[in-house]
C-alpha cells in the first residue's frame, strides 16, 4: 500500500525482498523502493508480457530504468532510427510496442512501474548485523537490520523471537538506547567495512544490544 504523508516507510533489505520470488508472490525494487506486482501478475495472468517481470521476480530491477527520468530507458533502433523504450529482457506489461498496432490496448492508465500503489516501502541503502543478547534467558540471536531503521523498528524485527521484546529495555555498552534513534545515532558504530578490509570476519564482531527484563513488580 502507498505510504501515508508523516509516517515512516517501511524499510527492507534485498535479502526480504528476495524471497517474494514467485507468481502468486512477486515483489521487486529499483530506484530505491520496493514493489509488490502480485497484484498486476493477478491481473495479467497468461500474459506472454509477464515474463520479463516473472524472471525478475525478487530482484532489484533498477537498471531498467532512467534515474533521471524515473522511466523506461530508451534507445535508438539502428533500423527504423525511432526511440523506443530499451528492453533486453523482452517486452513487458505496459511498454508499448515499437510500431503502432490495433491490438495494443492502452487505456490501463498509469504503468505499473509509475503507478505508487505498488509501492510498499523503501529499499534500504545499508544494511547490517547485530547480536541481541536477552540477559534473563541468555538466548541470542543475530538479526540483519536497516540502518535506517530506528530502534523500536528493530525490535519489531526481533518480536519473532520473544513476544515481549518491549518489555526489555535495550543497552548497549550499559548505556540505554533511545528507542527512537538509529543504532548509528545511538552510537553503535558499524565497523563491517573496516573488519572486511582487514581481511577480518566481521561476524565475528558484531556489535552485542543486551535487554534487561523491566520487572515492575513492587514488594508489597
Not at 509488490?36 to 520479463?52: I, M
Not at 530504468?65 to 513487458?92: E, L
Not at 510496442?97 to 516501502?121: E, L
Request: with cysteine; net charge negative.
Amino acid at each position: 500500500m502507498p505510504q501515508k504523508l508523516g509516517k515512516r516507510p517501511k524499510y527492507y533489505t534485498p535479502n526480504e525482498v528476495s524471497i517474494h520470488n514467485t507468481l502468486k508472490d512477486l515483489w521487486v525494487s529499483f530506484l530505491g523502493k520496493v514493489y509488490d506486482l502480485t497484484p498486476l501478475c493477478e491481473r495479467n495472468a497468461g500474459d506472454v508480457l509477464l515474463k520479463p517481470i516473472i524472471e525478475a521476480a525478487g530482484k532489484d530491477i533498477s537498471h531498467w530504468f532512467d534515474k533521471k527520468t524515473k522511466d523506461i530507458r530508451t534507445h535508438v533502433d539502428p533500423v527504423t532510427n525511432c526511440k523506443n523504450f530499451y528492453t533486453p529482457r523482452g517486452r513487458f506489461i505496459h511498454v508499448p510496442p515499437p510500431c503502432p498496432r490495433t491490438d495494443w490496448a492502452n487505456d490501463f492508465g498509469r504503468p505499473w512501474w509509475k503507478d505508487d500503489s505498488y509501492s510498499i516501502g523503501v529499499l534500504s541503502a545499508k544494511t547490517r548485523k547485530i547480536r541481541i543478547i536477552n540477559t534473563l534467558t541468555s538466548q541470542e540471536q543475530t538479526i540483519e537490520v536497516c540502518s535506517e531503521e530506528i530502534l523500536t523498528e528493530i525490535q519489531d524485527r526481533y518480536i519473532k523471537y520473544n513476544a515481549h521484546a518491549a518489555s526489555y529495555t535495550w543497552k548497549y555498552e550499559g548505556r540505554n538506547l533511545d528507542m527512537q534513534k538509529t543504532l548509528e545515532e545511538n552510537g553503535v558504530s558499524d565497523e563491517g567495512e573496516e573488519f572486511y578490509k582487514l581481511g577480518m570476519n566481521d561476524d565475528q564482531f558484531l556489535p552485542a544490544i543486551h535487554l534487561y527484563f523491566d520487572d515492575d513488580l513492587t514488594e508489597a
